[in-house]
């Protein structure tokens, strides 16, 4: 089985509103780059939402997206945080934050009414966000000599490697962005050359 390097997230905020018996949900969608995010942009909203009742939220986080968390916030458990996500599951979008402000209306909606409201606010606002698709990438950095820089950037022109740094000296170094899928191929063109070292950094 092919090891697949590309996810779907979104590359702008956006919002849906969906309304039910003078109950209001907002929903707001982030792009996500990590958990901590999350405690400042719910807090950012409770002070733009002074009245509202509830800030439920669900986010799913990783390339393999299998990291997620949901909050209920004082709705019943189950009717909030879990509709939220289950609309990101269903989407299949990966790094992103969902936060549903609901103003209440008086009226209580039951266990499937504030479902439906918390999966349709949810549903609205990632419609109204650009879907966009990545690759995952590891960060390397190579060391070589001035004698092999030619060969060395033969590779990178070839294979259309994303060179975030460069320092040419005697001795030279390329940080360097590889696509998950590609690694083994790239990495074993620069080491066929004399004197490549490739030390791998991070993820991204």
């Not at 509830?54 to 997620?68: E, P, S």
């Not at 549903?100 to 039951?110: E, I, K």
């Not at 439906?116 to 390397?140: F, H, Q, W």
Request: hydrophobic share 40%.
């Amino acid at each position: 089985m092919l090891f697949d390097d590309r996810y779907s997230t979104i590359s702008n905020n956006s919002e849906g509103i969906y309304r039910d018996k003078g109950s209001k949900f907002i929903a707001y969608a982030y792009p996500l780059n990590s958990e901590s995010e999350v405690k400042n942009l719910v807090a950012i909203l409770r002070t733009e939402h002074p009245k509202a009742r509830h800030f439920c939220w669900a986010y799913r986080l990783g390339q393999d997206r299998n990291t997620f968390r949901i909050n209920d916030d004082g709705e019943p458990s189950g009717t909030a945080g879990r509709p939220i996500l289950n609309s990101l599951l269903s989407a299949d979008l990966t790094n992103i934050l969902v936060v549903v402000v609901r103003y209440f209306g008086g009226t209580l909606l039951g266990v499937p009414g504030l479902i439906n409201a918390y999966k349709s606010a949810t549903i609205e606002a990632l419609g109204a966000a650009e879907r966009i698709e990545r690759t995952v990438n590891d960060r390397y950095l190579i060391s070589f000599s001035y004698l092999h820089m030619n060969e060395v950037m033969r590779v990178i022109k070839d294979e259309q490697i994303t060179v975030h740094a460069q320092n040419f000296n005697e001795d030279c170094e390329l940080i360097i962005e590889i696509r998950k899928s590609k690694l083994n191929q790239i990495l074993s063109r620069l080491e066929q050359i004399k004197k490549v070292k490739a030390t791998y950094m991070n993820t991204l």
